[in-house]
C-alpha cells in the first residue's frame, strides 16, 4: 500500500492575503509531492509497506533517514493543510479553549509561547500544539520531525503545526518569519484543531 498525496480542502488562492497563492501551490504540488514520491521509495518492497504512517512515526529511530524525513514531511504537511481554513481570526472555543486556558493561562499566553517556538527555531522545523493526556503543551522540531517521533523531545499528538521553512513563506514575507507567523493566526482552522484535540 502506498501512501497518496491527500486533497487540498480549498483552493491555491483560499488564504489570501495570509498565505499567498503561488506558494500554496508550489508547496503544496512541488514540496508536499516530492515528500510522498519518496516516502513511497523509501518503503517499497521493505516491511515499511502496509503500516500507517503513525506507526512509522512511531519507531522512527530503528528505520532509515529517508522515512523520517520524507515520512516526516508527508505526515506534517497532511496535518498542515487541514489545520488551516479563512478564519477571519476567529479563536478556538469550548472544550479546546478550556484546555488552552487551563494549560497556558490564557489564548494569549498560549499565542505568545507558539509564536516563541515558530520564531526561535533555528533553520528549518516547525512548531507545534501538542496534546500530553489532558493538557496541552508547546513545542518546536528540527527539519520534518514531529511529537509523533519516537526520537522528538516532546512527545505527544500534535493537533495543531506550523511550517516554519522558509518554503512556506519566503516569496511573500522574505526573512520576516514573525508575520508570517501572526499571520498564520488569521487562518487556523479552529474547527478542525478541535477535532484532533478530541481524537
Given at each position: ?30 514540496h ?5 514520491t ?25 528505520l ?13 504537511h497532511?496535518?498542515f ?5 479563512y478564519?477571519?481570526?476567529e ?22 509561547a ?8 533555528f ?14 503543551v ?12 519516537d526520537?522528538?523531545e ?14 512556506a ?30 481524537g
Amino acid at each position: 500500500m502506498s501512501f497518496e498525496l491527500p486533497k487540498l480542502g480549498y483552493d491555491y488562492d483560499s488564504l489570501e492575503p495570509y498565505i499567498d497563492a503561488r506558494t500554496m501551490e508550489i508547496h503544496y504540488t512541488k514540496h508536499h509531492a516530492a515528500y510522498t514520491t519518496n516516502l513511497n521509495n523509501a518503503i517499497q518492497g521493505t516491511d515499511m509497506e502496509g503500516k500507517s504512517i503513525e506507526e512509522l512515526m512511531a519507531g522512527i529511530s530503528k528505520l532509515p533517514v529517508a522515512v523520517r524525513n520524507n515520512g516526516g514531511g508527508f505526515y506534517n504537511h497532511n496535518l498542515f493543510w487541514t489545520v488551516m481554513g479563512y478564519c477571519n481570526g476567529e479563536g478556538p472555543e469550548g472544550e479546546l479553549l478550556k484546555a488552552i486556558n487551563d494549560s497556558f493561562g490564557s489564548f494569549d499566553n498560549f499565542k505568545d509561547a507558539f509564536t516563541k517556538a515558530a520564531a526561535t527555531r533555528f533553520g528549518s522545523g516547525w512548531a507545534w500544539l501538542v496534546k500530553q493526556g489532558d493538557s496541552l503543551v508547546v513545542s518546536s522540531t528540527p527539519n520534518q520531525d514531529n511529537p509523533l517521533m519516537d526520537v522528538a523531545e516532546v512527545q505527544g499528538t500534535p493537533i495543531l503545526g506550523l511550517d516554519v521553512w522558509e518554503h512556506a513563506y519566503y516569496l511573500k514575507y522574505q526573512n520576516k518569519r514573525p508575520d508570517y507567523i501572526e499571520s498564520f493566526f488569521k487562518v487556523i482552522n479552529w474547527d478542525e484543531v478541535a477535532k484532533r484535540f478530541k481524537g
